[in-house]
């Protein structure tokens, strides 16, 4: 009896004396990584307790937000017909594409765009005077407004075609807007040879701009290059697109798409910024700015600035923010973004360091009729709610589902059926 009774104090004994602050120690080690993640919504506070790479993202500061609905930076798009143009029963004879941004006169919404009223819808094999080689070829910058963004009424030309050899003899497209120290400016991509002549590499349309007291015009050319095309050998040496104006720390800066070359073609983004409307604008040293992106589309959002990038890149289908305008981050991650959107920015030009946002704007559909031989594009409207004025849950759903027909538009080549027949 005496016997058990002493071996069991000698074990009650070796039990809290044996190196205590160790077992305590490796306790608590083995309770953090065996801890299960809660249940619910996401921890507003970071678990104590490792975390997978996934979740590490979450809490670094990469996302504005714990979760989509609470992220101000990701939105999906609802798309509206406009009404109020004419496309001559989409026979591919008028195009109208690349809205530039939106703006507000008074009681008055205005947006200028690439019109294309031709005899024949673009031959890309049969390009002449006459004959435009693209949608963009040929083409004219026209404007339009509205009362309420959704029905427009179509003022006409705002910018034609130059006298040769002024940048712009061949066309005008791709316009977008500032309004700096009381004027109006547009910055257009000004075509001096047509699009995919031979010789070219695509398109020859260094940066060009008009300016007018009045959105209404009349608009003074400047006839000169703006922004011109890098120097041989540098990422932007042959294509500069969609130059894109905002005002931000007193100065003008300029976003526009560069093409890189590459297998399949690489776009990127860049930035200008000069203290004159006409320039001469400094490209960025640390350009391109942006990866990714088949159009330029920014707004001030807080203290910086938002860019959507859509397609095209490693990090297409992005919304992405840098507080410097400089050094963009991917913010969130969507889906059916516009093509070619030209936003409605209240505060494009006020400097502010609190930008608000944007929650509509236009875009276009491309390539309609392309398989009939009647190519040209159209306009639409876009809204979403990547706006902090704007609290529209139905805009953050992530659970989207689209009809079949949608996915059976992408379905297999002829070649591809032929590879997987022949690996049976």
Request: net charge negative.
């Amino acid at each position: 009896m005496k016997n058990n009774i002493w071996s069991f104090v000698i074990l009650l004994l070796s039990m809290s004396c044996d190196e205590p602050k160790k077992s305590s120690s490796n306790s608590t080690d083995v309770k953090i990584v065996q801890e299960d993640f809660p249940y619910g919504n996401v921890p507003r506070e970071k678990p104590d307790r490792k975390l997978s790479a996934a979740f590490e993202r979450i809490y670094d500061g990469t996302y504005g937000g714990l979760e989509v609905t609470s992220n101000e930076l990701f939105s999906n798009f609802k798309y509206t017909p406009l009404k109020g143009f004419d496309y001559h029963g989409h026979d591919g004879t008028v195009s109208r594409r690349d809205a530039s941004k939106v703006i507000k006169v008074d009681d008055t919404y205005y947006f200028w765009y690439t019109h294309r009223e031709t005899s024949v819808p673009p031959d890309e094999n049969g390009g002449n005077d006459t004959i435009p080689s693209r949608d963009w070829d040929l083409s004219e910058i026209w404007y339009a407004t509205s009362k309420d963004g959704f029905t427009w009424k179509e003022q006409g030309v705002a910018v034609t075609r130059t006298e040769k050899p002024n940048p712009g003899w061949r066309s005008v497209s791709t316009p977008d807007i500032l309004v700096y120290k009381g004027k109006y400016y547009l910055y257009y991509q000004a075509y001096l040879n047509m699009p995919g002549a031979p010789g070219t590499k695509g398109d020859d349309c260094p940066v060009a701009a008009s300016v007018a007291d009045s959105p209404n015009g009349p608009w003074t050319p400047s006839n000169k290059i703006v922004l011109d095309n890098g120097p041989e050998g540098s990422w932007d040496q042959y294509v500069i697109h969609d130059p894109y104006p905002l005002v931000r720390d007193g100065k003008i800066y300029i976003y526009y798409k560069g093409e890189m070359g590459g297998n399949p073609r690489v776009r990127a983004q860049g930035l200008a910024i000069s203290e004159n409307p006409f320039g001469p604008f400094k490209k960025h040293p640390l350009n391109p700015v942006i990866n990714s992106g088949h159009e330029t589309a920014l707004f001030p959002f807080k203290e910086g600035l938002a860019a959507l990038v859509s397609r095209h890149g490693l990090e297409h289908n992005t919304i992405q923010y840098a507080p410097d305008g400089v050094n963009f981050e991917v913010a969130a991650i969507t889906g059916l973004m516009p093509i070619a959107p030209g936003p409605y920015v209240p505060d494009a030009f006020t400097d502010t360091k609190d930008g608000r946002g944007i929650s509509w704007g236009l875009c276009h559909f491309r390539n309609v009729g392309k398989a009939e031989g009647k190519s040209h594009s159209f306009f639409a409207r876009f809204d979403c709610d990547l706006s902090l004025d704007v609290d529209d849950p139905f805009m953050k759903e992530s659970d989207i589902l689209n009809h079949p027909d949608i996915y059976f538009q992408f379905g297999l080549t002829d070649e591809q059926r032929k590879r997987i027949n022949q690996s049976k």
